[in-house]
């Protein structure tokens, strides 16, 4: 019975789970104002305690579900349990959350190596998704297109491909610093793809410049079907959602019976 408590106190205690909502928040707010070169001078020490409350906090939570695993989960032992939770997506952003404070603890890290790490804060925003009815209803949407988006992808991945190897073969006389390589020819494939144009990297023959506009043809349409698909997915989810009905259930003041009222 207290593991069950734990386990509804962690996820449906509306306190706990605003607490935890605005300690992620501030956590994104810490990291940008670290940046400051005069708030990292002023107020360094403050920010370093607010981390350590914040692991704190974070290492706790993540025991506790770790521990409460078997309440998520009906099937099987508790080890085999707390090793689905520990390899499930939420788990794995949990343990991302406080694993970069841990490891300069055990292991030694150079400067660069540190810095990474710390940037790895950041992905405590992830744990949004589990308090966030916005995020879970782009996480459904995203697993419910998954079989169109990825189409979507694999023809733009070939799309790319055959674009940076033409362009390779047509402009890498003429401009070799540029058009080196493939893989090169790959980021001016993504530019245009994407319509973004940055013009750092352009064809300049004729054979070059056709392909290029073509390539670039096919990206307004292309890049729009994934947005499309995700928008219609996306609104039918939302109209789902509204046009849902809830039982509610009420009793007649006047002889006390029981009944069920639907509710818009």
Request: net charge positive; aromatic share 16%.
């Amino acid at each position: 019975m207290k593991k069950k408590r734990v386990y509804e106190f962690l996820n449906n205690n509306s306190l706990f789970l605003k607490f935890i909502y605005a300690l992620i928040i501030l956590n994104v707010l810490s990291i940008i104002l670290n940046s400051y070169k005069e708030v990292r001078t002023d107020y360094g020490k403050f920010l370093k305690y607010f981390e350590y409350f914040s692991v704190i906090i974070f290492s706790i939570e993540y025991i506790l579900r770790l521990w409460t695993a078997s309440e998520k989960y009906k099937k099987g032992t508790n080890f085999y349990k707390r090793i689905k939770f520990s390899f499930s997506t939420y788990g794995i952003i949990d343990l991302l959350a406080i694993l970069p404070f841990y490891l300069p603890l055990i292991f030694p890290f150079d400067l660069r190596v540190l810095r990474i790490l710390r940037l790895f804060r950041l992905l405590r925003i992830l744990k949004l998704g589990r308090l966030s009815k916005s995020l879970k209803t782009i996480s459904s949407v995203l697993k419910e297109t998954k079989s169109e988006l990825s189409i979507t992808l694999f023809v733009a991945f070939i799309l790319l491909i055959l674009s940076s190897s033409l362009m390779y073969y047509f402009e890498n006389e003429v401009q070799p610093e540029k058009f080196e390589n493939i893989g090169q020819a790959m980021w001016w494939s993504v530019a245009t793809l994407t319509t973004v144009g940055y013009g750092d990297v352009y064809p300049i023959t004729g054979v070059g410049k056709f392909l290029s506009a073509i390539i670039a043809l096919i990206g307004i349409g292309f890049v729009a079907l994934p947005t499309g698909i995700l928008s219609s997915a996306f609104i039918e989810r939302v109209q789902k959602n509204k046009e849902k009905i809830k039982k509610e259930i009420c009793e007649c003041p006047k002889c006390g019976n029981k009944y069920e009222k639907n509710v818009l």
